[in-house]
């Protein structure tokens, strides 16, 4: 019987070695490195977790809520370490995507 977590562990320790990884990391590091930056992050990371949990509670974001996020959305547009974490970040999640549906295929086509 395989051990199917050896191959997704060998996966794991590839993807490190991927432009996608190396590319998110360096922005991550520049990000960190400029304290403006970082602290528009925070923010932004804040406002969004308000947001999704105003959505999980079942209820509309406040107009004060849509106002704050798109404030913190429009100062994350104004930074380009900002803007290439951002690239970076949607690099890697197609990538990650690309490899779910590659993982996933054999119990697609059992539904055919």
């Known amino acids: 019987m395989i051990n199917i977590y050896d ?3 060998a996966v794991a320790s590839d993807l490190v070695k991927t432009e996608q990884y190396t590319a998110l990391q360096v922005a991550l590091n520049e990000m960190h490195a400029d ?7 925070k923010r932004f990371q804040a ?4 947001m999704q949990a105003a959505i999980q509670g079942g209820t509309e974001p406040s107009e004060d809520q849509i106002k704050s996020w798109q404030a913190v959305a429009a100062d994350m547009d104004t930074s380009d370490v ?3 974490l951002m690239a970076a970040e949607g690099a890697m999640n197609n990538l990650l995507q690309e490899v779910n549906e590659i993982v996933t295929k054999p119990i697609a086509e059992l539904y055919k």
């Open 82 to 84: 900002l803007k290439k």
């Open 7 to 9: 191959n997704v562990n």
């Open 35 to 41: 304290k403006e930056a970082e602290a528009i992050f």
């Open 47 to 50: 406002e969004q977790q308000t």
